[in-house]
């Protein structure tokens, strides 16, 4: 099985920057798939970014505008870094890991960090 564990999440005032970390342990290689969505309340769980092996192109859903990037390491960890984040970007963030694809819906799933923008 995969554990995934995100930290990072908390209040910030429209215009702030958080980063996001999710460490990953148990069976996971660094072909899986990797990434983020997020859930606003009221609102279906979104995709935020991700790819498809460590090394391969990332992707990023379209509100993201260029504000966020995400990376990861040599230790299965996978990183969110956000800017310029604006009310719209509240909501819970999970890190997700698939054996092979993040759509439909992924493998495993972290158990989420609030993010609050402060407008």
């Known amino acids: 099985q995969v554990q995934l564990v995100e930290s990072g999440g908390g209040l910030v005032q429209a215009g702030g920057s958080l980063r996001l970390s999710c460490a990953a342990s148990?069976?996971?290689?660094?072909?899986?798939?990797m990434g983020w969505f997020r859930q606003a309340p009221g609102k279906d769980r979104e995709f935020v970014g991700g790819?498809?092996?460590?090394?391969?192109?990332m992707y990023y859903a379209d509100f993201v505008k260029g504000r966020f990037t995400i990376s990861r390491d040599n230790k299965n960890a996978v990183y969110l870094q956000m800017n310029s984040l604006e009310a719209d970007d509240t909501a819970i963030y999970y890190c997700?890991?698939?054996?092979?694809?993040?759509?439909?819906?992924?493998?495993?799933w972290g158990q989420g960090t609030q993010v609050t923008v402060l407008s």
């Open positions: 148990g069976h996971i290689f660094s072909n899986f798939a």
């Open positions: 790819n498809n092996w460590n090394g391969g192109s």
């Open positions: 997700a890991a698939s054996q092979v694809a993040l759509t439909p819906s992924p493998d495993y």
